[in-house]
């Protein structure tokens, strides 16, 4: 079976990018081993980042460094045996986010940013699933006078900086936005550009059947069985084509390295556990714990808690102990109920050490194309990703200059 294009992986990233070079006439083959949207683009907290212009930062006051190194945190964790596998990702991190760089980093990856809500909009008008989309927005709220001015003030520089909206809510106005919050929280930012998924993977699928509607073809395989001309062993057959691309997410490192392109990527693993709401209360907007580094979201299953991140191997055993951790506070936070998930699913965020996607070509290998590497923002980047990509392939002019997210800075 020939292809005009096969892409490898079917989260938001790699269906949004088979969608866009099906829509541009080409004839494409869309490869996964499971289900589209079954593994990271599932379990996220369904943030549609309008406003997250600067990407997540290593921090660098001695004092968090300090906190972590501690490994008690309930923001950030790491798995001792895998620092040393981590080190040269950790290290180039921490030297991207020196505040300067990160300055440098933010003016290239808010291009990307600055399409996300739209570029969502018309993917999910076309799939026929605007409706889990939600234009409210969503909320960082504190419980502390001193984070939130500081937190503002940072919210501020970006809509100097970059044009994205906020709301600051005193205590009143959080508390007309959301009846059912601890009452003594100080105070929240809410992020009014931005938008959020109800259910993620729920999204991923529609999309996805979107592209099976104009034409595109769905296969289930393994991209392990990837050879370079190109060809792929699906369960249908073998498939082939003059063009690949490479959507794998937190797996697309060793495949790439495979084929040349060895890069100092990362893994921020995340759970994520269903809760039923205590009736009658009700969460209106995903909501960040700023100090405790969790979130809460309503989805279309029940509330989400979701952690931060954990750094380890990519497949090495659960170790929840974030959630167990933060789990207690939540319920102070809102009135939750029993949890709903027989146990809390993990997800990997793809992360690079200069926190930009990688999409583009593989210039040292023919036809070969890359489309990972979204950390926190794939949900949030998945469109755009997909317009662009198709837009290089096919030669036209581009949505916004490719040129910082190259494979060969690595
Ligand atoms: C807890 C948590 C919360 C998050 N919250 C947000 C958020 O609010 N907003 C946001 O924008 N982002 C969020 N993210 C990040 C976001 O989920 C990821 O960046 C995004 O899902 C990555 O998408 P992807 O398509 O690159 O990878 P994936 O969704 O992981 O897709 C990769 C695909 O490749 C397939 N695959 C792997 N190996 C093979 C193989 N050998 N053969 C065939 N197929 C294979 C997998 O089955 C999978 O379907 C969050 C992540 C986590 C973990």
Not at 337 to 357: F, Y
């Amino acid at each position: 079976m020939k292809f005009d294009a096969i892409v490898l992986g079917a989260g938001i990233v790699g269906v949004c990018v088979a969608d866009h070079l099906q829509q541009n006439g080409l004839s494409v083959a869309l490869v996964d081993r499971k289900a589209p949207g079954m593994e990271t683009s599932f379990g996220n907290a369904g943030l549609i980042q309008r406003e997250g212009v600067y990407p997540y930062a290593f921090p660098r006051a001695f004092a968090d460094v300090l906190r972590y190194a501690g490994n008690q945190a309930l923001d950030v964790r790491y798995h001792a045996d895998a620092m040393r596998e981590l080190a040269p990702f950790l290290w180039r991190y921490w030297r991207n986010s020196h505040p300067a760089r990160h300055a440098e980093i933010a003016r290239s990856y808010a291009t990307l940013i600055e399409h996300c809500v739209s570029e969502h909009r018309e993917l999910a008008a076309q799939a026929g699933v605007s409706d889990l989309i939600r234009a409210s927005g969503w909320m960082k709220v504190f419980r502390t006078n001193a984070k939130f001015d500081r937190e503002r003030s940072v919210a501020e520089r970006w809509r100097r900086e970059y044009d994205v909206d906020f709301e600051a809510l005193d205590s009143a106005r959080l508390k007309q936005l959301e009846p059912d919050l601890d009452d003594s929280l100080a105070g929240g930012l809410r992020f009014t550009a931005a938008e959020s998924v109800s259910d993620p993977g729920a999204l991923v699928a529609g999309y996805a059947r979107h592209f099976s509607k104009i034409g595109g073809r769905l296969f289930l395989g393994d991209a392990a069985t990837l050879r370079e001309g190109w060809s792929v062993e699906t369960q249908e057959g073998r498939i082939e084509s003059q063009r690949v691309v490479l959507a794998l997410g937190p797996w697309s490192g060793p495949i790439a390295a495979r084929l040349g392109y060895p890069m100092p990527l990362g893994i921020k693993r995340g759970y994520h556990m269903h809760y039923e709401a205590q009736s009658p209360a009700r969460l209106n907007h995903p909501v960040l714990d700023v100090e405790n580094g969790y979130l809460l979201a309503p989805m279309a299953r029940g509330i989400r808690l979701t952690t931060g991140a954990e750094l380890a191997r990519c497949d090495a055993p659960k170790t929840p102990a974030q959630l167990d951790a933060v789990e207690p506070i939540a319920r102070g936070l809102f009135p939750l109920g029993s949890r709903l998930d027989a146990e809390p699913w993990m997800g990997r965020r793809p992360c690079t050490p200069d926190m930009l996607p990688i999409i583009g070509p593989a210039r040292r290998r023919e036809g070969m194309w890359f489309a990972f590497g979204h950390a926190h923002h794939g949900l949030t980047l998945g469109p755009v990703t997909g317009r662009l990509l198709a837009q290089m392939m096919l030669g036209k002019e581009t949505i916004v200059d490719p040129n910082p997210f190259r494979a060969e800075r690595f």
